[in-house]
């Protein structure tokens, strides 16, 4: 369970985020809101890669703020664009690379690395560059990267933006039927409706927080 | 130049990089003992041979000294004009061996392996406060990052040709600069939310 506690949080003199209070312990959970809105810095205080100018985030019970590396072996995060990513030049070193970090044996990186792929559709590509593959499948890989780690929850933030719409629905599969829990920062809609609560954030602050239907039309109707 | 590593169950691709390293880095010196243009063609002859032995044809051998193919004749021209045609061979024979060997090694070496290696001989520094962690993490992001920057250029390129500008520098080098400086701020914040510990 994530929870936001009087989050406030500021860059410089601009306030993005002003007073969140939410706590986070459905399996699906996707937050939209308009450009500016201060989503992306929400879903960042999620994992403790920023951490909040006012109040406090904890995860599981660990305060972001002094348990940040704990927090990120507890939340794993996907980037909108994959190319950032993605670390190492093939797919299945840059698999292993979270792997490496925790310094596991490397038997246990091999049999994690090879169900990984497996599971993400990538063992034919294993010894590929990853400039190679498609869109698609960097996202996957990225995905694969992260979900490898085998984090208690994954922040997805704009997983689609840059994906045609085969590759938006497959990325769309992997997330409905992942076992981890999931929160989905994203303008795609049909993404959004999948998930079981949907906040909506407009100027820093929480204006809906609903079951999908009635949460997405509060947020259309709110961008005209 | 920078090969990126193509799978085969060659035996070359079975060697250890640590061997592949040590024998790249003596060839590279050794190079510059051999001073006649038939033992030179001999070794470029051995090197292609490597390249076979490594299941990579010549095309392969060939695609990496296409880029270099303008700074090679101005060498080659440079030589020929301040020294005599036979120097100008050796020393364009050289350059060329000396890619192709390079390339070899990393066409034929997982970069994991190759950091692995690095960071083991680095290791021995540890005590005067190198960080053999940091510097092969920084190896493996170069490797990674040449295409994704190539793709860039590519695409500033093309907005740029979209809009009318044909060639610019300034055009190019200034988005090119900010794309960059923002891809390694997500980089950076990437390599922290996998896990990553510099120590």
Known sequence: ?224 | MLGLYLHRESPVHALPAGWKLAGLAVAATGVFFVTGPAPLGAALLACLGLFALAWLPARTAADQLRPLLPILLVLFAAQAAFADWETAVVVTARVCLLVLLSALVTLTTRASEMIETLERVLGVLRPLGVNAGKLSLMLALTIRLIPVLFDLVQEIRMAQRARGVERSALALLVPLLVKTLRMADTLGDALEARGYDPR
């Open chain 1, 1 to 224: 369970m994530i929870e936001l506690r009087n989050v406030r949080h500021r860059y410089g003199e601009r306030e993005v985020l002003r007073g969140i209070d939410l706590t986070l312990a459905e399996r699906r959970v996707a937050i939209v809101g308009s450009n500016g809105s201060g989503k992306s810095t929400l879903a960042r205080l999620l994992n403790g890669l920023i951490v909040p100018s006012e109040g406090q985030v904890l995860v599981d019970g660990l305060d972001t703020r002094k348990d940040a590396k704990a927090v990120r072996r507890r939340v794993g995060f996907v980037f909108q664009d994959p190319d950032v990513q993605i670390v190492y030049p093939t797919v299945e070193e840059d698999v292993a690379f979270g792997l490496k970090n925790l310094r596991l044996p490397r038997d246990e990186i091999t049999r994690r690395v090879d169900a990984a792929l497996e599971r993400f559709g990538l063992t034919g590509h294993r010894t590929w560059p990853a400039h190679l593959l498609s869109g698609g499948q960097k996202q996957l890989l990225a995905i694969a990267s992260v979900l490898v780690l085998e984090p208690a929850h994954v922040v997805f933030d704009e997983p689609t933006t840059l994906l045609d719409l085969r590759n938006r629905r497959a990325i769309a599969r992997v997330i409905r039927d992942l076992p981890e829990t999931a929160i989905v920062v994203s303008h795609d809609l049909d993404l959004v409706a999948e998930a079981e609560r949907v906040i909506v954030l407009d100027e820093g602050r929480v204006v809906a927080d609903d079951a999908p239907g009635p949460a997405i039309a509060a947020y259309v109707a709110r961008m005209g």
